[in-house]
Nanobody
Framework: QVSVVESGGGLVQAGGSLRLSCAASGRAFTTYPVGWFRQAPGKEREFVAA???????????ESVEGRFSISTDTAENTVYTVYLQMDSLKPEDTAVYYC??????????????????WGQGTRVTVSS
């Protein structure tokens, strides 16, 4: 049973920062490309950022490039932690943010159907 749990969402003023965390556990992934997606009210879920399993390559949506940063922590006891540092937040960043994990792969992946495991999401609200 694989578990993916996001945390760190909340309410922040425009220009502020938040760091989202994602803990993936329950399986010893040999390689684990990860990604963050978001869904704003009334809109479809969209890609935000992705990271190659070794941390050597990342890619961002144009709307967050230069403001968001994705990273991972050293796995401990098969718990893999993924972070999304969000700076200079804007009201249009308001959304539910989802963490996604792929069980294998050597690249970065931006399509939702390329990921195998998803969290339930954490809500981020940016006030103007």
């Amino acid at each position: 049973q694989v578990s993916v749990v996001e945390s760190g969402g909340g309410l922040v003023q425009a220009g502020g920062s938040l760091r989202l965390s994602c803990a993936a556990s329950g399986r010893a992934f040999t390689t684990y490309p990860v990604g963050w997606f978001r869904q704003a009210p009334g809109k479809e879920r969209e890609f935000v950022a992705a990271l190659r399993w070794d941390g050597g390559k990342s890619i961002y949506a144009e709307s967050v490039e230069g403001r968001f940063s994705i990273s991972t922590d050293t796995a401990e006891n098969t718990v893999y932690t993924v972070y999304l540092q969000m700076d200079s937040l804007k009201p249009e960043d308001t959304a539910v943010y989802y963490c996604a994990v792929r069980s294998s792969g050597s690249n970065v992946y931006i399509a939702q159907n390329q990921y195998h495991y998803w969290g339930q999401g954490t809500r981020v609200t940016v006030s103007s």
